[in-house]
């Protein structure tokens, strides 16, 4: 089974803090991404990856920005966190061997005050 | 722009009724369309669709994809309560590029 983790399910930050959100996945997959989702708007794409140290941006990677210096993490950071961050975030990992589809960690809900 | 449309935002049925979900797409370079399951967690695989008219089954749920049209429904056959979620559509494009709907918040009351 496909496993993918990320750090914290819950987080609170002040304003202008910076925040690492982590992305772990044991796969081997070549290819993850960073979503948000907000009611009404559904999944957006921030940030995605296609291997190691490379990284493309997504339709909103305004005030966002991503490592991945190994191939089975990948780290969203939010320079300075504003409250319109306010947002689950969720990674996917993807692996087009049998199954094409998008594996999904269980999220993070960030709350910034 | 890639966009990814989804019919009702929000639906409420009672167990045993058949819904339909609908789903419109403009994606460049289309690869395929995906339906997602989201209760209160991540979202979960139900289908991937790449060739038009053929259906994809699993139980109760089916789906179609319309490349004329550029659209997919999903049916859900015989609702149980168990159902109640949002049904996330997104369409692929080159590069496993997702691009999602807002989703339908799907309601089973017993």
């Given at each position: 089974d496909v496993k993918v983790t990320q750090s914290s399910r819950y987080l609170v930050k002040r304003t202008g803090e910076k925040v690492f959100l982590e992305c772990v996945q044991?796969?081997?997959?070549?290819n993850m991404f960073w979503y948000r989702q907000d009611p009404g708007l559904g999944l957006r794409l921030i940030y995605f990856s296609y291997d190691v140290k490379m990284k493309e941006k997504g339709d909103i990677p305004e005030g966002y920005s991503v490592s991945r210096e190994k191939k089975e993490r990948f780290s969203l950071i939010l320079e300075s966190a504003s409250t319109n961050q306010t947002s689950m975030y969720l990674c996917a990992t993807y692996s087009r061997?049998?199954?094409?589809e998008q594996f999904f960690g269980p999220g993070t809900r960030l709350t910034v005050l | 722009e890639d966009k990814v449309v989804q019919s009702p935002l929000s639906l409420v049925v009672h167990e045993g009724d058949t819904v339909t979900l609908n789903c419109s797409y403009e994606v460049t370079n289309f690869r395929s369309l995906l339906w997602y399951k989201q209760e209160k967690k991540a979202p979960t695989f139900l289908f991937m669709l790449t060739s038009s008219g053929i259906e994809k089954k699993s139980g109760r749920l089916s789906s179609i994809l319309d490349k004329k049209e550029l659209s997919s429904i999903l049916n859900i056959t015989a609702?149980?309560?168990?159902?109640?979620a949002i049904y996330l559509c997104a369409g692929e494009t080159s590069g496993s590029r997702l691009t999602f709907g807002e989703g339908t918040q799907l309601t089973v009351n017993p």
């Open positions: 044991d796969m081997d997959h070549e061997d049998i199954y094409n | 609702t149980q309560t168990g159902d109640s």
